[in-house]
């Protein structure tokens, strides 16, 4: 059966090579061909879209660099939405789950990763798309595509430990 990935922001970047957000867009962008070949389902959340689209308003003092990415940016998550992208995007939040997840948060954002560093809601939203993903894709492995060690860890042939 078929993987499937919940590219993260930290990918995300990486595949629209966003200054100072970006160090191995080429090693990136190789895996996400591997993962196309490999026939993996490649989902992106909106917490990864509206991240990505907040690090490009910051990523530099040079507003043309800016114009240059974000077209990339919109362009990318245009084609996704119409099913011409590598990736497909997940449904915005409802507002049900968020209440719920907001109501989880003070005990989320208390956790920190071997670094000493915390999470945030964005990295909370990811990890409750990949529990959907794990709910409506029993028996298939469901993943979180990400370079930061906290997120990657969610993966179901592996679980973390919580």
Known sequence: MKSIALIDTSIFCEVLDV???A??????RKELERKVAADEV???PMTAVIETGNHIGQCSSDGGLRRKVAM????????????KAPFTPTPFFESVALEKWLAEFPE???RTD??????????????KEWDRQRELNPGRRVYIWSKDQ?????DTDNPPAI
């Open 108 to 110: 989320w954002a208390v």
């Open 23 to 28: 160090s191995d867009a080429g090693k990136i």
């Open 72 to 83: 990339r940016f919109v362009g990318a998550v245009l084609k996704a939405m119409k099913g």
């Open 114 to 127: 071997p670094k000493g560093k915390g999470s945030g809601l964005g990295d909370l939203t990811i990890q």
């Open 42 to 44: 490649l989902l992106l």
């Open 150 to 154: 906290h997120l990657s860890s969610y």
């Open 19 to 21: 200054p100072s957000k």
